[in-house]
């Protein structure tokens, strides 16, 4: 059975840093893109960053440099790296993966349980 960890939400101080982390586990052939979603209070889950299996990434406008997604494929881990955070980054950080199965003969999309981020002094 295929699970998505994620971990290193919390609470920062507007301008601080995070970093978080999304690992895979389980009976995994492959693993192909992932990305980080956020849910904010009232409003639609929306794609932050992704990333494919070869390092191409994508980011949404209003998080273009300051967060950072990575990946080690090794680990079947992605990270997010988060820099000079506003409160309007406030949300649950849900990380996405498309991947494989050892068993299955298709590819499907999971999802983390998520992690809180919250912005404030």
């Known amino acids: 059975q295929v699970q998505l960890v994620e971990s290193g939400g919390g609470l920062v101080q507007p301008g601080g840093s995070l970093r978080l982390s999304c690992a895979a586990s389980?009976?995994?052939?492959?693993?192909?893109?992932m990305g980080w979603y956020r849910q904010a209070p009232g409003k639609q889950r929306e794609l932050v960053a992704a990333?494919?299996?070869?390092?191409?990434?994508n980011y949404a406008d209003s998080v273009k440099g300051r967060l950072t997604i990575s990946r080690d494929n090794a680990k079947n881990t992605m990270y997010l790296q988060m820099n000079s955070l506003k409160p309007e980054d406030t949300a649950v950080y849900y990380c996405?993966?498309?991947?494989?199965?050892?068993?299955?003969?298709?590819?499907?999309?999971?999802w983390g349980q998520g992690t809180q981020v919250t912005v404030s002094s």
């Open positions: 996405n993966a498309n991947l494989r199965g050892v068993i299955a003969g298709r590819s499907y999309d999971y």
């Open positions: 389980g009976s995994i052939f492959n693993i192909y893109a």
């Open positions: 990333i494919t299996s070869g390092g191409s990434t």
